[in-house]
């Protein structure tokens, strides 16, 4: 496992040029939303001293003003962010093709990446959706009870501990069956890649692989998983704790982002690893 | 800062032996707690002075928990079968309460028992709070009388604060048979103040000594109003005694669960009962308690019991808490509450600030709740700016702070209808947002108040106010009329009439204020309110010479500057004094605009991160 994390990370380190693309795709959605937030404190506080206060940091109490005075005036971006949410998600399958391609032949040329990213496009789209239905599945299974019956079941039990301790236990449960999902979602499109067997075929072999070498596939899930966490974690810590220039802020955040992509790239090249030697 | 917190032996809490009050209904109780059955079985002596000029030849006596004997009550019928998000109204038989008196004697030895009837003021006559006891004999003005009672009170598992939960937890609140309180009403007309338990209305008594005994099992942890100053065991079952002075109610608790925490505060005992899933809490509780003491030492009265009980109820039977009694009080939390979130301690604050707000200065809190709840949340967000900060006392973490008095006033002005908010108004007659009226507007107003006549000034009015009327039951007339007098001693008439307005305004209207900058052309600035409500302010104008020109309106009339130069800036009311101002936001205006690039730059990279984290499971 540890020899695979550390390839992963090799190689993912090697493909930074595709990470960087990905976080320019990324931007680009940013800007969409991020104009948008501009344009409706513009039109709401923007001629007001309030707006000035703001502008040095957040004020609950000028943005709740600004809520009841302007209702709507975040309504756009909360219209267009499921919207971004679907189209990053729908091209996202188009860079995870390149990119896995790009890891599997080791190749970094920019040309072998669009091909494939268009190549593999809706097999891995199949995929893709076929695992984000199982993990909505899952979500709503393990979590939906618990937290519907949360006032009921807190009352019951002795210990408000307790009712913590069910949160975690579900949690690790919910970690360890999304792991096997991901894993295989992942491992069936490198297969997908490797192979080129039909999409079933591709499925049967990534639950397959996933499930032969569960332990290990799972402790790169979680070491890469709760890497990108800390890196998001220290992202916003960093930004809210220390006070620097807005545009240093933001650049140090780009370089959380970009570390955080490289790691989901490591965490690919990890389970190919794996696969090879499968 | 950490508090030390040491085992102190119980003669800590040594009670005065001085009587600071009217001691009007003295009781003497001894109970028994059957834990299986939920019930304290017991007799109570009741000693009640008639301090009216008239013989009086009834009582009348609380018996609220028979509002938790079905759902005929007054109470339940308000709450349309859910209280706190839960449906009540299939519960088992033995989940419901009662209280009931067994018999009932004057001490010379006629029996009232059959005399005793329920009565209702609204009608409902299934309703059993209200209990009406003729006497043979009446109580001749300034005499007294003695009744014995043997009386059941059965818990409801818990529906609202009174009640039982998992593991043994009891809460003994408005349980016992309780006089109500024989009073001259607003016309001068005496007669009982005693009111059927309503939805929205707390409760009301008169001054005197309880002197308690309660006899329960060993492993319990017991707490309770006043000092304990007795306590022996015998096979498997503890008695303690608790003789609490000056106070208007008795309330108690046990519990396996509670642990015993306890420090000193000069010479005042606090006690904190925590779970043991709560046990982090204990010493953020203790501070709080210690930083509330001292705040109202500095800046309004002295505490003037021996003592207090704060307890935090396990988290299944949070409905017990957030409550106020007698030298008693139940705050609330959960396991790992984290330290950003003050939300625990500003809680604690608010209903150890009761003990000033409805126990000394004992409103009636059914008829006139403002009185407290208005009054504390006002002190409570003074405490909690004053020791954790003013813009981080609720909340701060990842950059978003939240101070108190910001949370009052946003939970007043984000009311959808401010059509019918006067504050001094019967818990009855209140519809809508009740918090958002009668706490949140209040202590709004104190703050836009304080804000006018200074922080100096207001204590100098509230300690003279709490000298004046401590230990007494004080209205909403008693207030008003102690602010006039009290302001026409410090300020000039125009003055004194412009807080008073705003006083008399809150209280007994709902005018609204919202000043606006309508608009800036050149040299030209127009001003205008959409509200009714006005109050003079400042006008701060700054020129595209940076000159600044400070200018009063009084807000009554929208009101147009011309200066000789272009105007850059306007700002009304720039040190926010006018608090009730509905939106602050429009209150300035600028010819330039504000940059907003931190949000932009921002809401980019946490787009970057949300869509980064989705896709890892994609």
């Keep these: 496992m540890m020899k695979s994390i550390k390839r992963g990370l090799g190689i993912a380190i090697r493909f930074w040029r595709l990470a960087f693309l990905i976080l320019l795709v990324q931007l680009v959605f940013g800007i969409i939303v991020g104009g948008q937030v501009g344009n409706a404190l513009d039109h709401s506080i923007g001629f007001s001293q309030a707006g000035e206060l703001f502008s040095h940091g957040f004020d609950y109490a000028v943005y709740q003003d600004m809520s009841k005075e302007f209702p709507d005036a975040l309504s756009n971006v909360k219209r267009t962010i499921p919207i971004i949410i679907i189209a990053y998600l729908i091209i996202s399958i188009f860079l995870q093709g390149g990119l896995i391609s790009s890891i599997i032949k080791s190749e970094k040329s920019w040309k072998l990446f669009f091909q494939n990213g268009v190549r593999y496009y809706f097999p891995f789209l199949i995929i893709g959706l076929l695992f984000l239905v199982l993990i909505f599945v899952l979500t709503v299974l393990l979590w939906v009870p618990l937290l519907m019956n949360a006032i009921g079941i807190v009352e019951s039990l002795a210990s408000d501990r307790l009712f913590f301790y069910s949160i975690y236990t579900v949690g690790i449960v919910y970690i360890l069956v999304l792991s096997l999902l991901v894993n295989a979602s992942v491992n069936s499109r490198i297969n997908y890649a490797m192979l080129h067997h039909s999409i079933f075929s591709s499925l049967k072999a990534g639950f397959s692989w996933t499930f032969k070498k569960y332990v290990p596939l799972t402790g790169i899930f979680i070491f890469f998983g709760f890497l990108s966490f800390l890196f998001l974690y220290f992202s916003i810590k960093i930004d809210s704790s220390i006070s620097m220039n807005v545009w240093v802020s933001f650049i140090v955040t780009l370089l959380f982002v970009f570390f955080r992509i490289v790691i989901k790239s490591a965490y690919y090249a990890a389970l190919m690893d794996y696969a090879e030697a499968i | ?618």
């Design chain 2, 1 to 618: 800062m950490t508090s030390v917190m040491c085992k102190l032996s119980i003669s800590q809490c040594t009670p005065l032996n001085e009587i600071q009050s009217v001691r009007i209904a003295d009781y003497e109780m001894n109970v028994v707690l059957d834990h299986d059955k939920k019930m304290a079985t017991g007799t109570s002596i009741i000693t009640w002075r008639n301090p009216s000029p008239n013989s009086v030849k009834e009582l009348k006596m609380y018996m609220y928990l028979n509002s938790f004997k079905n759902m005929k009550s007054t109470w339940l019928r308000g709450t349309d079968g859910e209280v706190f998000g839960r449906q009540i109204a299939d519960r088992a038989p033995e989940e419901w309460g009662f209280v009931t008196i067994d018999s009932i004697s004057v001490m010379d030895g006629q029996d009232l028992t059959s005399n005793i009837k329920y009565v209702q003021a609204d009608g409902n006559l299934d309703d059993e709070s209200v209990l009406s006891v003729p006497l043979n004999r009446s109580v001749r003005p300034g005499d007294s009388i003695v009744l014995m009672l043997k009386f059941r009170s059965k818990l409801p598992k818990t529906i609202a604060r009174s009640g039982y939960g998992e593991n043994n937890f009891h809460l003994f609140v408005h349980w016992y048979p309780k006089l109500g309180v024989y009073e001259q009403n607003k016309e001068g007309i005496w007669g009982w103040n005693c009111h059927q338990f309503m939805q929205r209305t707390e409760f009301y008594g008169n001054f005197g000594k309880y002197d308690m005994t309660i006899t329960c099992d060993d492993s319990f942890t017991v707490g309770a109003s006043g000092c304990l100053i007795e306590e022996s065991s015998t096979d498997d079952l503890q008695t303690v005694r608790y003789l609490a002075e000056d106070v208007i109610d008795f309330a108690w608790c046990v519990s396996p669960e509670l642990e015993v925490y306890e420090d000193l505060w000069e010479d005042v005992y606090i006690r904190l009962l925590v779970p043991r899933d709560h046990r982090g809490m204990a010493d953020r509780y203790m501070m709080a308690t210690k930083h509330a003491l001292q705040y109202f030492d500095e800046h309004l009265g002295r505490y003037p019991y021996p003592g207090i009980t704060i307890m935090d109820p396990p988290f299944h039977s949070l409905r017990n808490g957030f409550m106020e009694y007698p030298t008693f009080a139940t705050a609330g939390t959960i396991y790992g509450m984290p330290g950003w979130f003050k939300g625990s301690e500003s809680l604690a604050i608010h209903e150890f600030a009761h003990q000033f707000f409805m126990g000394v200065l004992a409103n009636n809190e059914k008829e006139e709740a403002w009185l407290d709840e208005g009054f504390v949340t006002y002190y409570e967000d003074r405490i909690m700016e004053a020791y954790y900060g003013q813009h981080t006392s609720q909340l701060d973490v990842f950059g978003i702070k939240y101070g108190n008095s910001a949370l009052s006033r946003q939970e007043y002005v984000s009311m959808r209808d401010h059509s019918s908010t006067a504050i001094a108004r019967p818990g009855w007659e209140i519809t809508g947002d009740y918090k958002g009226i009668v706490y949140s507007k209040t202590a709004t107003m104190l703050k836009t108040l304080e804000n006018y006549i200074s922080v100096e000034k207001m204590d100098e009015m509230m300690r003279s106010y709490f000298d004046e009327y401590k230990f007494s039951h004080p209205r909403t007339s008693t207030f008003v009329n102690h602010a006039d007098r009290f302001l026409k001693s410090s300020f000039s008439q125009s003055e004194v009439d412009i807080y008073m307005n705003l006083i008399k305004a809150c209280l007994f209207g709902s005018d609204t204020v919202d000043y606006y900058v309508e608009h800036i052309e050149e040299n030209v600035v127009t001003l205008n309110n959409k509200g009714a409500l006005s109050m003079p302010v400042d006008i701060e104008l700054i020129t595209i010479t940076n000159d600044t020109i400070i200018q009063k309106w009084d807000g009554a009339s929208p009101k147009t500057i011309e200066t000789g130069d272009t105007i850059s800036s306007v700002h009304i009311d720039p040190q926010e004094k006018l608090y009730l101002d509905l939106n602050l936001n429009n209150n300035s205006l600028k010819i330039e605009k504000s940059s907003f690039s931190r949000y932009i730059l921002k809401t980019i990279t946490s787009v970057q991160h949300a869509l980064q984290s989705l896709s890892f499971f994609l």
